[in-house]
T-cell receptor, first 116, second 112 residues
Framework: GAVVSQHPSRVICKSGTSVKIECRSL??????MFWYRQFPKQSLMLMAT?????????EQGVEKDKFLINHASLTLSTLTVTSAHPEDSSFYIC????????????FGQGTRLTVV | TQLLEQSPQFLSIQEGENLTVYCNSS?????LQWYRQEPGEGPVLLVT???GGEVKKLKRLTFQFGDARKDSSLHITAAQPGDTGLYLC????????????WGLGTSLAVNP
């Protein structure tokens, strides 16, 4: 299957600083990627849909100025958590899928963000 | 985010026991996927079911899709500690960038 790489896998940052998370599709082009947030033992909560070359589409209740998404190329999307606070601590996961053919979502390894 | 009904939410069983996880929707699924996620990692696709009444097997895992395509189940036979993880069902929204609509998840713990 296709590979999606997410970096970093873990990050600890101070309150008030910004953190950037990268999501790369290694062996296929992904015009669309998805960013999720997940709490322990709970399902994935979609934050936004990242579209290559255009603005991301955010889900209701997700602050677009807080969670900046950039999808500058067909293989890279980034999520920047700006002015992070302890309540932003969570597990963030990206995914991408083929636009045609098999509708399987390929996920990154996830990023554990801890804001202290 | 719209979520599918999934039950049970938590399940703790002994090694060797059988279990079933259910996924339901009030509307007809276009297609349904089951994922398994281990702690600290992203979900991995187990199976996709498309046709009403379909049954798929993956070793000790049996997946069923309801005749009316409104429900699905995952049955694990003789569970092992390695089956521990979060099981998620998801519907593919074929008309919206392949956006997935997720179930609430079932956290399974298999004790040795």
């Amino acid at each position: 299957g296709a590979v999606v790489s997410q970096h970093p896998s873990r990050v600890i940052c101070k309150s008030g600083t910004s953190v950037k998370i990268e999501c790369r599709s290694l062996d296929f082009q992904a015009t669309t990627m998805f960013w999720y947030r997940q709490f322990p033992k709970q399902s994935l909560m979609l934050m936004a849909t990242s579209n290559e070359g255009s603005k991301a589409t955010y889900e209701q209740g997700v602050e677009k100025d807080k969670f900046l998404i950039n999808h500058a190329s067909l293989t890279l999307s980034t999520l920047t958590v700006t002015s992070a606070h302890p309540e932003d601590s969570s597990f963030y996961i990206c995914s991408a899928s083929y636009l045609v053919g098999k509708a399987e979502a390929f996920f990154g390894q996830g990023t554990r963000l801890t804001v202290v | 985010t719209q979520l599918l009904e999934q039950s049970p939410q938590f399940l703790s069983i002994q090694e060797g026991e059988n279990l079933t996880v259910y996924c339901n929707s009030s509307s007809v699924f276009s297609s349904l996927q089951w994922y398994r996620q281990e702690p600290g990692e992203g979900p991995v696709l187990l199976v996709t079911v498309v046709t009403g009444g379909e049954v798929k097997k993956l070793k000790r895992l049996t997946f069923q899709f309801g005749d009316a395509r409104k429900d699905s189940s995952l049955h694990i036979t003789a569970a092992q500690p390695g089956d521990t993880g979060l099981y998620l069902c998801a519907e593919v929204n074929a008309g919206n960038n392949r956006k997935l609509i997720w179930g609430l998840g079932t956290s399974l713990a298999v004790n040795p």
